[in-house]
């Protein structure tokens, strides 16, 4: 199921926003394979980053406890990236991530806000 994007939703969220998050995931993946990463790390990183609010455990609907929720405040509403686990062992698509990066929103947060936030975050992850 990896990289799979799966239509369920956060409450209090709207989404997930079908915008791409490959790039992104590539990174993600990259970082995995060359030094893994926790909790701590993905926190830190994202502390690099002005509009970093919190991060947490959430679950969707479907039942699924994501790795970590990094919730970003927009000029307009709230961005919060979901970080799937890694444990697709047979790496159906070549990656590891058990689906894809899901996006979701609160308030007005636009397509501009989640990409422009998508390559900052990207970066930073990149450069440590």
């Known amino acids: 199921m990896s990289r799979a994007l799966i239509k369920t939703e956060l409450d209090g969220y709207q989404g997930p926003v079908d915008v791409s998050t490959k790039d992104f995931q590539d990174i993600l993946d ?3 394979k060359r ?5 701590e790390f993905l926190e830190n990183i ?3 980053i002005p ?3 919190e991060i947490d455990r959430p679950t969707t609907n479907d039942k699924y406890s994501w790795f970590w ?3 970003f405040a927009t000029s307009k509403g709230e961005v919060v990236v979901l970080i799937p686990w890694s444990q697709d062992w047979g790496k159906k698509d070549g990656s590891q991530s058990d689906r894809a ?3 979701y929103t609160k ?3 636009n397509t ?3 990409k422009s936030l998508l390559t900052k975050f990207g970066e930073t992850l990149k450069n440590g």
Request: aromatic content about 8%.
């Open 51 to 53: 509009s970093f609010m």
């Open 107 to 109: 308030d007005t947060a």
């Open 69 to 71: 929720g990094i919730h």
């Open 35 to 39: 030094d893994g990463f926790n909790g």
């Open 30 to 32: 990259n970082i995995s």
């Open 46 to 48: 994202s502390k690099k």
């Open 101 to 103: 990066v899901a996006i």
């Open 112 to 114: 501009e806000d989640i």
